[in-house]
């Protein structure tokens, strides 16, 4: 089964995986999540139901009401019938966790880029739907 594709006439470009929300509260890296979302991201950015349920599980209580205005920011990608088939078949094909089938699923299905840093199981040079927007040494 073929992976890739090459997005054209769309709304949104980009999608943001889990991922960014981790590299946005770690110290290290939060200045260069931020700063791909605000500038390349900037506008053409969606996330997931899975991403939300991921950043929101990583929140402290006192910051719960900033990160969710931040998240209510992007437009969020439902799991539908047609995506879990999908994801489904991706799993099978690829042995990847659900929650990463699902993501690539819904990359895929919405002709979107997955913006992961997840290359174990996302390797740009193998998949053209995936975007690494920053490394770190």
Avoid at 12 to 27: L, N
Avoid at 43 to 50: F, H, L, M, P, Q
Avoid at 84 to 94: G, I, M, S, Y
Wanted: aromatic share 10%; charged share 25%; proline share 6%.
């Amino acid at each position: 089964m073929s992976v890739g594709f090459v997005p054209s006439g769309i709304r949104h470009e980009f999608r943001v995986s889990a991922g960014y929300g981790c590299d946005c509260r770690s110290p290290q890296w939060g200045s260069a999540a931020t700063a791909w979302l605000v500038g390349e991201g900037s506008g053409r950015s969606v996330i997931s139901v899975i991403t939300r349920a991921e950043v929101l599980t990583g929140v402290e209580e006192d910051e719960r009401d900033r990160v969710e205005r931040l998240l209510a920011s992007f437009d969020c990608l439902p799991i539908t019938a047609a995506i879990a088939d999908k994801a489904a078949d991706l799993r099978k094909t690829h042995g990847w966790k659900l929650p990463d089938a699902f993501q690539a699923a819904l990359a895929m299905k919405n002709q979107l880029r997955l913006v992961t840093r997840n290359t174990k199981d996302f390797p740009p040079d193998r998949y053209s739907f995936v975007l690494v927007p920053y490394t770190f040494p």
